[in-house]
C-alpha cells in the first residue's frame, strides 16, 4: 500500500507552489516529477485519480474555471504553512522556472532519453521529437534529440559563471573538463584532423581575407564551443591543401597569419607555377576516379537529398539512399573524399575513431561568405516577418490600434483547447496555459469591471462598422468578450468573438468601444493544420470523428512545424493510454468491409502467421478481399518506384501516427510510425504482418499520392490473436514455448484457425491454432500440444547468479562480457575549473549525477547505434553476472548498465551508467555490450554539492534542490575528487551554478545553505 500521508505532502507542495491551480494532468506530471511515480491512487483505494483527490478535503479544493476544465487548489490548512514556506523560496530564487502545462504526460510515446531541450555543442543533432522541460525524471528522461535545440539561446554556460578576481583570461577560455580522460594524457592527446580541418575550412570561408593564427583558438572556440587541439596549430602548415601559414616580418614568431587555400595552380606566362600554389605530388597522383570537385548535377542531387534530411545524413548510408532515389551508382570517390562537399554541407564526426562515421548536414545558407551571406538571410527574415505582420494588420481592418500578434509557444508540447474545425488544415484552438489563457481570463476579468453596469460605464457604440474591433456583452451570460464586428444589420450585428473562435447575432446595445488598453493581448483564438490529414482536410468521415474525439475537449498538442499555421499532432492523455487524434481521424477512412472476418466459433483454412511475439501474441492474415487488394496496390507501388527517378518520396517529417512505407522481406509494406528516437532513428510496425522493427528514417518512404487514398481505405491485414485455453497468460511465455511454437507455424502459409473468444477490451482473438486442416479435432492443436508439454514449466535460475564483491569475476562461459576497457578514465584536474554539465538525476545535495555536456551528442548517436543493433538481435540465453557491464533495454531504449544484482524471479537490478539511474528489468532484456559501444566513456558521473555541510536532508530541501538543477544545464565548479577504481564508483564534489539569468548567477549551494539554516532556527 502507498503511503497516504506522505502522498498528502507531495501534493500540498505541489499545489502551494501554484497559487493559480493546476489541472489533473498537470497535477500528475508534477507529483511524477518530484516522486518519479504516478499518483498512486489505485494503491490507495480509488478506481480513479479524481476520486482519490476529491477524498482529501484538508489537501485539495476543487474548482472548474471557464472553460470547464476542473481546476485543483491547495486548502488553506495551517499544517501547510512549512511546505509553502519551502516553494516560496523556489520561487523566489530564480526568475523564470519551468512552464507548467497541462496534460503534459505523453505515456504512449516514451522518448529516448538521449535528448535535450537545447542546442548540442557542435550545432548539429537537431532532434525531430525533443522534449520540453517538463519530461519526467525517469521515464521520459530526455524526449525525442529532436526539434530546435537552443538551450538558453545557445549561450556557452561556463563562460557566463562569474569568475573569481584571480581567474585569468587564460583560464576563462579553458574548454569544460573531460572527466573521463585518463591521468597524463594532456600530452599528445589525439585528436581527429579531418574534423579540425573540415571546420577551419568553414572559419576561412567566414573570414576569407585571412586572420592572426593566435586568434584561431578563440574562433574555434566561440564557434564550435571546444578547444582547439594545441597538436592542430602546430600542423596548420602542413594543411596547405586547406590554408596558408604566412610569417610576418616581426620578429615574434607566434605572430602568423592565416590565409584560406589558394585558387587552384596555374600557369604563368613564363610556363611556371603560381608560387602560393600548393606543391604538387607527383609521387602520388589522383586516380582519374578520383576527381577534385564534383559535377554541378551530382552536387545538386547530394544537396536534394541534404535538404530532405536536414537533421543530418550518415555518410554511410548516402551510397544505397542514392541509388534508391536516383537509380543510379554513386560515384566511389565522393565518401573518400567527403571534403569535396564542404561547401554545400557541414561534415562532422561523432565517432573519433571511426572517421568512417560522418554525418552530413545541409548547410543554412549557401553561396560565398558566411558572414555576409548570415546577414542577408537575417535581412530577408525580418522582412518576411515584417510582410507576414503588415498583412495581418490590413487583413483585420480592426482599428487605428495595433494588436501583436500571437505567438506559438516556445514549448513543444502545449496545451490546448480545441473550439472547432470545418477543414483539418485549419483547426481553431486556443493554448491554455501561462501568458494565454490565464493572461485571457485576467483581461476580461478586468473588462467585466470596465463595462460594469454602474452609471460610469461606457455608453453603447451607435454606428459600429464591419471591421470594427468591439467589446461586446455575450448573450447568455454577463461576460465582456472582444470581438470584431462581421456584418451590421438594422437592429443587430454579427460578430466574431477574436479570443473564442466563434460568431454570434446580438442586439447592438450589447456592443462598446473597445479602450486601447485592451489591444495589447493578442487575439487567443488561432488555427492549426492537423500532420497527416492534408490530402483529407474536407473528408466527412475525418471531420466527424475529430468532432466527437477532439471539440471542446482540452489536447496535448505536439508542434511539428512553427509557421503562421502550425503543423501539429494532437493527443487526447486523458485516458490510461493516449490516443493519437491524428491516426483516429485517418482510420475513420478504413473500409471495414475489407477487413479481415472474424466470428465466434468458426474456422478459417490458408491462415499464414506472419508473426511470433516474445510475450506469447501472434499475428495472422487470413484470406479476405482486403488482402487481396492491398497484395495488388503494393505491387502496383514496386512497378511505380522503379520508373520514378526523384527524391520526392523520402520521408522528411516523421511523427508518431505517420503512415508510410518501408521495407518487409524485399518489398514494400505498410507501416506505421511508433516512436522516436532522436532525429535518424524510430520504431515502426509493419501493420500488415505485426512485426516490430526499429530503422533509419532513410529507410522509409512516402505513400505516392496516386495509391495514397485507396491504400488508407484498407484496414491493416494483421490479426492479433492468442492461443485459447492455455495454462499461462500472455507476457508469461518461456523463451522455449515461444522458439517452439515459431519453428511450428512461422513460413508455413496453410495453417488453419478456430476462433474461441473475441477480447474487444484488449483487442485480441483467442483461437485453436493448426498447422493442417483438421481443425474438427482439438487434440491436433498446436494449443493442445503446448499444453501437453513442458514448454512452460518454469526452469530454476541456475544460470543467474550474484557473486559478492570479493569474487574475482572468472567465469568460462563466453557469452559473459569482460569488464570494460576504458580509453580514457577519470582525470584529476585542478580545483576551480568549470565545465558545463547536464544534471540527469538529483537526489539531494549529497547525491546526483551530471553528464559533461559537451559528449552529449555523441551519446546521442550511441543510443541511436545501439537501438538499431540489439532491436535486431535474437534474444539468447546469457549468464548473467552482478558487477558485469552489459546492454539493458528499458523502455524503449537500449542502455549501458551495470548490474548490480540478480534476483531468483527472473529481475536483474542495473544502473545506467550514463544516466545514473536505477531499474529493474527482465533478464530477457539484457545483451552482450560488443566493443563498438564501449568506446565512449561512460557519461553518467556521481557528485556532490560543494560549499554545505554533509547531513542527513529533509524531503522538502530535497525538492527544493530537486527543482533547481534536474534535467537542466548548469556549469559546475571542481571542487574536489574521490577516486575509485571503478570510473562508475568514483565520485566528484562541485559547486553547481545557474547561469540562466542575464543579470546574476545563481550559486545553488547559497541557497540551500540558507535553507539548512532556517530548518535549524525553525527547530
Known amino acids: 500500500m502507498a503511503d497516504g500521508e506522505l502522498v498528502k505532502k507531495m501534493l500540498r507542495a505541489i499545489l502551494q507552489a501554484n497559487k493559480g491551480g493546476v489541472s489533473l494532468s498537470r497535477l500528475q506530471s508534477e507529483y511524477k516529477e518530484l516522486s518519479g511515480e504516478q499518483i498512486p491512487h489505485k494503491q490507495m483505494g480509488h478506481n480513479h485519480l479524481d476520486a482519490l483527490l476529491a477524498s482529501m478535503p484538508s489537501v485539495i479544493r476543487m474548482e472548474r474555471n471557464r472553460s470547464g476544465e476542473m481546476v485543483y487548489f491547495a486548502s488553506g490548512a495551517n499544517e501547510t504553512a512549512n511546505i509553502a514556506k519551502v516553494v516560496a523560496r523556489q520561487r523566489s530564487s530564480k526568475k523564470t522556472g519551468r512552464p507548467h502545462l497541462v496534460n503534459t504526460q505523453m505515456r504512449v510515446k516514451p522518448a529516448a532519453p538521449l535528448v535535450l531541450n537545447g542546442k548540442i555543442l557542435d550545432n548539429h543533432l537537431v532532434p525531430l521529437a525533443s522534449s520540453n522541460t517538463t519530461t519526467q525524471p525517469f521515464l521520459y528522461s530526455l524526449l525525442c534529440v529532436q526539434k530546435e535545440m537552443d538551450i538558453l539561446h545557445n549561450r556557452d554556460f561556463s563562460m557566463l559563471l562569474s569568475l573569481s578576481p584571480t581567474s585569468s583570461e587564460e583560464e576563462h577560455l579553458i574548454s569544460p573538463l573531460n572527466l573521463n580522460e585518463s591521468h597524463g594524457s594532456g600530452k599528445g592527446k589525439p585528436y581527429n584532423p579531418q574534423q579540425v580541418q573540415g571546420r577551419i575550412r568553414e572559419i576561412l570561408g567566414k573570414y576569407s581575407n585571412g586572420f592572426w593564427v593566435s586568434k584561431l583558438p578563440q574562433i574555434y572556440r566561440e564557434l564550435y564551443k571546444q578547444d582547439l587541439p594545441t597538436e592542430a596549430i602546430k600542423d ?5 591543401h586547406i590554408c596558408t601559414v604566412e610569417k610576418t616580418c616581426s620578429s615574434n614568431p607566434s605572430e602568423l597569419l592565416l590565409y584560406p587555400r589558394p585558387p587552384a595552380a596555374h600557369l604563368t606566362r613564363s610556363g611556371s607555377r603560381s608560387p602560393r600554389s600548393p606543391p604538387s605530388s607527383s609521387s602520388s597522383p589522383s586516380p582519374p576516379s578520383s576527381p577534385a570537385t564534383l559535377t554541378p548535377d551530382l552536387k545538386l542531387k547530394l544537396e536534394e537529398l541534404l535538404v530532405k534530411y536536414s537533421n543530418g545524413l550518415w555518410a554511410h548510408a548516402l551510397p544505397k539512399l542514392f541509388q534508391d532515389t536516383y537509380k543510379t551508382k554513386l560515384p566511389g570517390h565522393v565518401l573518400e573524399n567527403l571534403h569535396l562537399l564542404s561547401d554545400i554541407c557541414t561534415i562532422d564526426y561523432p565517432m573519433p575513431d571511426n572517421p568512417k562515421r560522418a554525418i552530413l548536414y545541409k548547410r543554412s545558407s549557401t553561396g560565398g561568405g558566411g558572414g555576409e551571406d548570415e546577414n542577408c538571410n537575417r535581412r530577408n527574415s525580418s522582412t518576411s516577418e515584417e510582410e507576414l505582420r503588415v498583412r495581418q494588420e490590413l487583413g483585420r481592418r480592426l482599428s487605428n490600434h495595433a494588436v501583436p500578434s500571437l505567438q506559438i509557444p516556445k514549448e513543444e508540447y502545449p496545451s490546448v483547447l480545441v473550439v472547432e474545425a470545418t477543414n483539418t488544415n485549419g483547426v481553431i484552438l486556443r493554448y491554455i496555459g501561462e501568458g494565454y489563457s490565464q493572461a485571457q481570463e485576467s483581461m476580461e476579468d478586468e473588462m467585466r ?18 471591421g470594427q474591433l468591439v467589446a461586446v456583452r455575450a448573450e447568455e451570460e454577463e461576460e465582456i468578450l472582444r470581438a470584431q464586428v462581421c456584418e451590421v444589420m438594422a437592429e443587430k450585428v454579427k460578430v466574431y468573438y ?30 492549426c493544420k492537423l500532420a497527416g490529414l492534408e490530402p483529407f482536410c474536407q473528408e466527412p468521415a475525418v471531420l466527424k470523428k475529430f468532432e466527437t474525439m477532439a471539440s471542446g475537449r482540452i489536447l496535448l498538442a505536439e508542434i511539428l512545424e512553427r509557421g503562421q499555421t502550425p503543423l501539429v499532432v494532437l493527443y487526447d492523455t486523458s485516458q490510461d493510454d493516449d490516443v493519437n487524434i491524428n491516426a483516429a481521424c485517418m482510420k475513420a477512412l478504413q473500409d471495414k468491409t475489407l477487413a479481415s472476418p472474424l466470428q465466434v466459433n468458426s474456422a478459417y483454412m490458408n491462415v499464414t502467421v506472419s508473426s511470433v511475439c516474445s510475450d506469447g501474441t501472434i499475428y495472422c492474415q487470413l484470406p479476405s478481399r482486403g488482402l487481396a487488394k492491398l497484395n495488388e496496390i503494393l505491387e502496383n507501388i514496386e512497378t511505380y518506384f522503379h520508373s520514378q527517378v526523384t527524391s520526392e518520396f523520402l520521408v522528411s517529417r516523421p511523427f508518431c501516427g505517420k503512415g508510410c512505407l518501408a521495407r518487409y522481406k524485399g518489398k514494400w509494406s505498410r507501416v506505421e510510425i511508433t516512436n522516436l528516437h532522436g532525429s535518424r532513428v524510430l520504431d515502426i510496425l509493419f501493420i500488415d504482418v505485426g512485426v516490430q522493427a526499429s530503422v533509419e528514417v532513410i529507410e522509409l518512404r512516402e505513400i505516392p499520392p496516386l495509391f495514397l487514398r485507396d491504400l488508407i481505405a484498407i484496414p491493416p491485414q494483421a490479426v492479433k490473436c492468442c492461443l485459447a485455453d492455455l495454462a499461462v497468460s500472455v507476457g508469461s511465455w518461456t523463451p522455449d514455448a515461444v522458439q517452439w511454437l515459431r519453428e511450428k507455424v512461422l513460413n508455413i502459409t496453410d495453417c488453419s484457425m478456430k476462433v474461441a473468444k473475441v477480447d474487444e477490451t484488449k483487442r485480441c482473438i483467442y483461437v485453436h491454432l493448426f498447422t493442417d486442416k483438421n481443425f474438427h479435432d482439438p487434440a491436433r492443436s498446436l494449443n493442445h500440444q503446448m499444453a ?29 562480457p569482460a ?122 558521473i556521481t557528485a556532490q554539492l560543494a560549499g554545505v555541510k554533509p547531513r542527513q536532508w529533509s524531503e522538502e530541501a530535497s525538492i527544493v534542490f530537486r527543482n533547481h538543477v534536474e534535467k537542466k544545464p548548469l556549469v559546475a565548479q571542481l571542487e574536489a575528487i574521490q577516486e575509485a577504481t571503478n570510473p562508475w564508483d568514483r565520485k566528484l564534489t562541485v559547486f553547481l551554478v545557474d547561469t540562466s539569468q542575464e543579470e546574476r548567477d545563481i550559486w545553488v549551494h547559497d541557497i540551500m545553505a540558507e535553507f539548512a539554516d532556517e530548518l535549524t532556527n525553525e527547530l
Not at 236 to 240: I, N, S, V
Not at 449 to 466: N, R
Not at 510 to 526: D, G, M, N, S, Y
Not at 795 to 816: A, E, I, R
Request: charged share 20%; with cysteine.
Open 236 to 240: 596548420l602548415e602542413t594543411w596547405t
Open 788 to 816: 501437453q508439454s513442458d514448454l512452460f514449466k518454469q526452469q530454476p535460475d541456475v544460470f543467474l547468479t550474484s557473486h559478492s564483491d570479493s569474487t574475482n569475476g572468472n567465469s568460462t562461459s563466453t557469452s559473459v
Open 498 to 527: 477574436v479570443d473564442h473562435g466563434f460568431s454570434e447575432v446580438i442586439s447592438k446595445t450589447k456592443v462598446f468601444e473597445l479602450h486601447e488598453k485592451f489591444f495589447k493581448l493578442p487575439f487567443q483564438a488561432t488555427k
Open 819 to 940: 569488464k570494460p576497457h576504458l580509453r580514457r578514465a577519470l582525470s584529476g584536474p585542478k580545483g576551480g575549473n568549470n565545465m558545463d554539465v547536464y544534471v540527469s538525476v538529483a537526489c539531494h545535495p549529497g547525491h546526483f549525477v551530471l553528464q559533461p555536456w559537451r559528449d552529449m551528442y555523441k551519446l546521442v548517436v550511441l543510443m541511436g547505434e545501439m537501438i538499431l543493433y540489439y532491436n535486431k538481435t535474437e534474444e539468447k540465453p546469457l549468464n548473467i553476472e552482478k558487477n558485469q557491464i552489459y546492454a539493458a533495454k528499458v523502455e524503449n531504449n537500449w542502455h549501458r548498465v551495470l548490474v548490480k544484482g540478480v534476483l531468483t524471479n527472473g529481475l536483474v537490478s542495473v544502473y545506467e551508467l550514463d544516466y545514473g539511474k536505477h531499474e529493474l528489468v527482465s533478464c530477457t532484456q539484457l545483451r552482450p555490450l560488443i566493443k563498438e559501444f564501449r568506446q565512449l566513456p561512460f557519461q553518467g
Open 449 to 466: 469591471e470596465f463595462y460594469g453596469l454602474d452609471q460610469s460605464s461606457p455608453t453603447p457604440l451607435s454606428s459600429p462598422s464591419s
